[in-house]
T-cell receptor, first 114, second 114 residues
Framework: NAGVTQTPKFQVLKTGQSMTLQCAQD?????MSWYRQDPGMGLRLIHY???????DQGEVPNGYNVSRSTTEDFPLRLLSAAPSQTSVYFC?????????????FGSGTRLTVV | AQSVTQLGSHVSVSEGALVLLRCNYS??????LFWYVQYPNQGLQLLLK??????LVKGINGFEAEFKKSETSFHLTKPSAHMSDAAEYFC????????????FGDGTTLTVKP
């Protein structure tokens, strides 16, 4: 059971480039989300999805797009990378939208924008 | 709105000493509360959660936390620290009215001295 798988683990982009961070889960979880982690700022919610075909914005959505065509996959797209998007990105999932579930996290993607 | 405040960004204890990591929450409705642990270069792992059943919650690796409504607190404790407990710890809050979205604290780094 792989859990939540994120690829790539590391990425360096030039300002203005675009890329997609991949996230896949094999637990049939309904709820998936993307967070970014910056030093001293905890985790901030970028986008989330409560099921296939349904997505919504979190706290810091600007510069990012998501889609959810299947239950398993929830990719995060950076449209035009900026140095402010240098961060560690985590994908997380839970069985449903019940607030008491808690999350399963992937191991993260460390992104540097130069 | 919901939020958590973790008091102390760094906590240092000696091996065998009591571990106490502080978390206070703010929520307009009864909250669900979580503690996660993050080891270096890894994703977050759920340690324990409070979901209104019992106020004293036991988790993995010998950790426990007590929900105190009167103090709006959910402090994490472990009677005897081990070197392997060195990590970053995050408190998080969610509520049933918020579609499962969790809000995280800024994190507390625990150092264990031999």
């Amino acid at each position: 059971n792989a859990g939540v798988t994120q690829t790539p683990k590391f990425q360096v982009l030039k300002t203005g480039q675009s890329m997609t961070l991949q996230c896949a889960q094999d637990m049939n979880h309904e709820y998936m989300s993307w967070y970014r982690q910056d030093p001293g700022m905890g985790l901030r919610l970028i986008h989330y999805s409560v099921g296939a075909g349904i997505t919504d914005q979190g706290e810091v959505p600007n510069g990012y797009n998501v889609s959810r065509s299947t239950t398993e996959d929830f990719p995060l797209r950076l449209l035009s990378a900026a140095p402010s998007q240098t961060s560690v990105y985590f994908c997380a999932s839970s069985p449903g939208t019940g607030a008491d579930y808690g999350y399963t996290f992937g191991s993260g993607t460390r992104l540097t924008v130069v | 709105a919901q939020s958590v405040t973790q008091l102390g960004s760094h906590v240092s204890v000696s091996e065998g000493a009591l571990v106490l990591l502080r978390c206070n929450y703010s929520s307009s409705v009864p909250p669900y509360l979580f503690w996660y642990v993050q080891y270096p270069n890894q994703g977050l792992q759920l340690l324990l959660k409070y979901t209104s059943a019992a106020t004293l919650v036991k988790g993995i690796n010998g950790f426990e936390a007590e929900f105190k409504k009167s103090e709006t607190s959910f402090h994490l404790t472990k009677p005897s620290a081990h070197m392997s407990d060195a990590a970053e710890y995050f408190c998080a809050v969610s509520k049933w009215t918020n579609a499962g979205k969790s809000t995280f604290g800024d994190g507390t780094t625990l150092t264990v001295k031999p």
